[in-house]
Every structure is written in structure tokens, then in C-alpha cells.
């Protein structure tokens, strides 16, 4: 059974700082690593994903680093911002179409 | 945009009681999902539909069952709700090839006294 392991738990970030959040999977069925935001009350939504041909990935203030020797993967959000504050998902694909999600993180960002 | 809705944001049923979630999505997704979510623990899958009327177990799915009767509809019903079942209940869609990302649903609070 696949495993993914997310840490931290929770992450407090001063506004303009910069927010790193790492997962690490045992195996994978096929290569596709999304990350998931999820404000309070709402359900999950996709904010970014890596199909690890390239080691990095990069869209606006979000990048995810990948590392496949190592099996790691990593967020960084760079200028954190009070929107930002919201609990994040890495996912590691399983057999099939499945994903295993991670435990989350929760991101505060102070103004 | 794509749109996965449930039935009810929240829900309190007492224990024992049989217990019907509904999930309906508008773009024509092979896939569709049920996963618990509880804190410090994440998304945990219940059960996974890859067609209509096909199910699989997921990681968690003593105590649920599921319906797929429709392709855009998914049910997960709790046969005899106990209070180990309160939880977050989120609902999720998908193409089917590999790769793509799951569209979630808003979530059901679930509170079973």
C-alpha cells in the first residue's frame, strides 16, 4: 500500500516569507504529483502538479521541487500571503487512478 | 467550469440510522470517489467508481456502501450510522485516463449522535 508522508502538520509564516511543505512516497504506479489547497469550507481544488520528466515546476509564487532518486517532492510558496493561509495536500498516484493523499499542512501566513 | 455537488453541507443523523450522501458532477467523469477527511489524518478514500454500476474498495470501507447507478451520480450510504462515522465526507470526480486531476465536491460535516 502506497504511503505518503507530509510534513509539517502545521507551518506559521510571516507575510512575504516563504512556506515549504515536503512529501515523501514509497512507490509509484505512474508519474503525476498534484498538490491540493483547501480553503476552510470548501472541498480540495488542484493548485499545482508535476509529471516528474523536469525535476521543478513553476507557476506564479508556487513550485513544486521534485526529487525521484529520493522519492521526495516539495511545495514552496514564495511571498506567502494571508491568502495563502489554507491547508495543503501532496498526492502520490496509486495503481489505477487513484491517488494516496498526504496528512495535510495547515499554512498560516501573518500579516 | 467543472462542477461536483453534494447533497447536503451539513448533516446530523443519530446512531443507527441509515444515512444517504449524495454526489452528482456535470462533466461526464468516468471516476468518481468518496473520501472520509479527519484531522491529522487526511483524505482517506471509502470507495472509488471507475464506471457505472463498477465500485471498488477503497482504504476504509467497513461500515459504507455505494451506488452508481448514473454515470454523474454517486451515493455512499452508511447502513447503520455509529458515532466512529462522524467525520468531513468529500466527494470527487474524474477522467478516466491516468494523470488527471479529481474535481472535489464541498463536503458533507457528518455528525452522527
Known amino acids: 500500500q502506497q504511503q505518503v508522508k507530509q510534513s509539517p502538520q502545521s507551518l506559521i509564516v510571516q507575510k512575504g516569507g516563504i512556506s515549504i511543505i515536503n512529501c515523501a512516497y514509497e512507490n509509484t504506479a505512474f508519474d503525476y504529483f498534484p498538490w491540493y489547497q483547501q480553503f476552510p469550507g470548501k472541498g480540495p481544488a488542484l493548485l499545482i502538479a508535476?509529471?516528474?520528466?523536469?525535476s521543478e515546476k513553476k507557476e506564479g509564487r508556487f513550485t513544486i521541487s521534485f526529487n525521484k532518486s529520493a522519492k521526495q517532492f516539495s511545495l514552496h510558496i514564495m511571498d506567502s500571503q494571508p491568502g495563502d493561509s489554507a491547508t495543503y495536500f501532496c498526492?502520490?498516484?496509486?495503481?489505477?487512478?487513484?491517488?494516496?493523499f498526504g496528512t495535510g499542512t495547515s499554512l498560516t501566513v501573518i500579516p | 467550469d467543472v462542477k461536483v455537488t453534494q447533497s447536503s453541507r451539513y448533516l446530523v443523523k443519530r446512531t443507527g440510522e441509515k444515512v444517504f450522501l449524495e454526489c452528482v458532477q456535470d462533466m461526464d467523469h468516468e471516476n468518481m470517489f468518496w473520501y472520509r477527511q479527519d484531522p491529522g489524518l487526511g483524505l482517506r478514500l471509502i470507495y472509488f467508481?471507475?464506471?457505472?454500476?463498477?465500485?471498488e474498495k477503497g482504504d476504509i470501507p467497513e461500515g459504507y456502501s455505494v451506488s452508481r447507478e448514473k454515470k454523474e451520480r454517486f451515493s455512499l450510504i452508511l447502513e447503520s450510522a455509529s458515532t466512529n462515522q462522524t467525520s468531513m465526507y468529500l466527494c470527487?470526480?474524474?477522467?478516466?485516463?491516468?494523470?488527471?486531476?479529481?474535481?472535489f465536491g464541498p463536503g458533507t460535516r457528518l455528525t452522527v449522535t
Open positions: 498526492a502520490a498516484p496509486n495503481t489505477g487512478n487513484q491517488f494516496y
Open positions: 467508481s471507475y464506471d457505472v454500476k463498477m465500485k
Open positions: 508535476i509529471r516528474p520528466d523536469v
Open positions: 470527487a470526480s474524474s477522467f478516466a485516463a491516468r494523470g488527471h486531476e479529481q474535481y
